[in-house]
Each structure stands twice: as C-alpha cells, then as structure tokens.
C-alpha cells in the first residue's frame, strides 16, 4: 500500500514536470538536450549525496553487463519520450503507455510466472479501452508512434533495473550510475549538436522548478519498487499518471474528448486492477 501510495504522489509531480516541458519545447524555448540535462542534473545530485550519506556505494561488479544494456536503452528512451511529450497530447501519451503493463506481464509469462483468467481480462480491457479511443478520435495520431515506443522500451528498462537492485546493486548506487551515464551523453549533444549551454536555463525560475520538480519523482520511483513487485508499482503509477494526464490536458492543454477519456480512463483502472489480481 505505501508503495501505491508513493507512485500516485509521483505521478502528479510527473505531470507537472512534463506538462512544463511540452509547454517550453512548444515555445521553442529550449532543446531537447538541454532539457533532459535540466530534468537529470539535479537528480543525479540528490543520488550522489545519498551514498555520501549513506557512507558506502553498494555496487556489484557481476551486474556491468546489465547495466551497460540498461545505460543504452535509457538514453534512447530519455530521447524518444522527451519527443513524445513535445509532439503527443498528454492524454494520449498517459493511454498509451499504459501499455507497458500488459506487456510486462507478458514478459513475466516468459520467465514462467502464471497468467490466470482475471489478468487476461485485463489485458482484454487494456487493450479494447484503446481501440475505443482510436476509434473516437480521443487519440490522435501524432506523436502516438513515439509514446508506443516508450512503453514498449519500459518494459526492458523497469525489468532490468528491478534486477539489478533485487540482486546487485543498492538503489541510490544504481541510479548514480544511470543518471552519470545519461549527463556524459546529454551534455556533449547540447553543447556541440544543439549549440546550448545546458546550464544557462538555470537562470530562469521555470527550469530551476521544473528541475526541482523532477527531483520528487525520481526519487519516489526509484524506491517504491522496493515495497512491492514490479508489476503492481508499475500498474498504479501508469493508471494515476493517466489520471493526471486527462485532468493536465483537459483543463491545461485544452484536449478535446474529455468524455470518451473519462469512460477509457475508468475501464483501464478496471483492467490494472484485474491484471493485479
């Protein structure tokens, strides 16, 4: 319960972080680069004082090779979803990643864990709420390739990252590592590619909130998975991030087909909860 109760606090914040992002990219007024630098800077901060505080960086060396997977995958996701959020509407970039869920499970299905009856009425659900929304035009098609691209790139992320901190590495040591890795790749592509100085937004009170915003999020996701299996942290972090995506975008990004999103919103909550069961 505490960690559900986590991933919905984190969700909001997510919101509003994103909400602000597409909202600047739309004015042009920063890159893509230099915005995930603005969204991991801090964050990579916090991480590296918990393992000064904690007094040790619990790293195992046996886990390089995941890692290393990992490290790839994130920087193509951390780019393909800033994409996403510039060029998709929030509801359909929160629908959509729904996705995720199903397909994790599907992957859990792999590694020999048992589907029953509910959890493929979930997916049923899951999946039937979508073509109700393409069918009503409450998706539309712009920028929904790339939303799909993010949930189906989650699933390795969240599988490999669980892992590794169920058997490697501590949380804070494993996202040191991550969020080091993505400033080494960020940082260069802002400054040579897209002629910024990352750290120049700065200055401006919208990035240093929204980088601060971006923080509380991080944080919280990155622990919650310790309370509870993968599959149920992620359920409730994808249905509230919907939720927030749907109220975002009616009342901030004025979205059309408020109704139709509310219907497909209450019968994918009903199909998470199914698929929890």
Partial sequence: MFGVIIVFLSSFFVEVSDSIAKFELKKKQIGLYSLAVVNSFV??????????????????????????????LEIVLTYIALTAIAKADRSTHGFIRILTIPLLLLVDFMFGYQINGYQLAGMGIIIFSL????SYQGIKKQGAWLSLATAVLAVAT???????????????AEQTIIHLALLAF????????????????FKQKIFCFQSLVNVIPSFLNSYAYIFAPASVILSAYRSSAVFWSVVSGKFYFHEKHFSIKILCLILLVGGIILLAI
């Fill in 43 to 72: 964050v990579t901060l916090i991480f590296i004082a918990v393992n000064i505080f904690q007094g040790e960086f619990n790293f195992s060396p046996a886990s390089l090779p995941i890692i290393s997977i990992r490290i790839i």
């Fill in 131 to 134: 073509f109700l929304l393409f």
């Fill in 186 to 201: 960020l940082l260069p592509m802002a400054v040579f590619k897209a002629k910024e100085n990352p750290f120049s937004f």
């Fill in 158 to 172: 969240i599988t490999l990252y669980k892992y590794d901190i169920t058997y490697y590495n501590s949380v804070a």
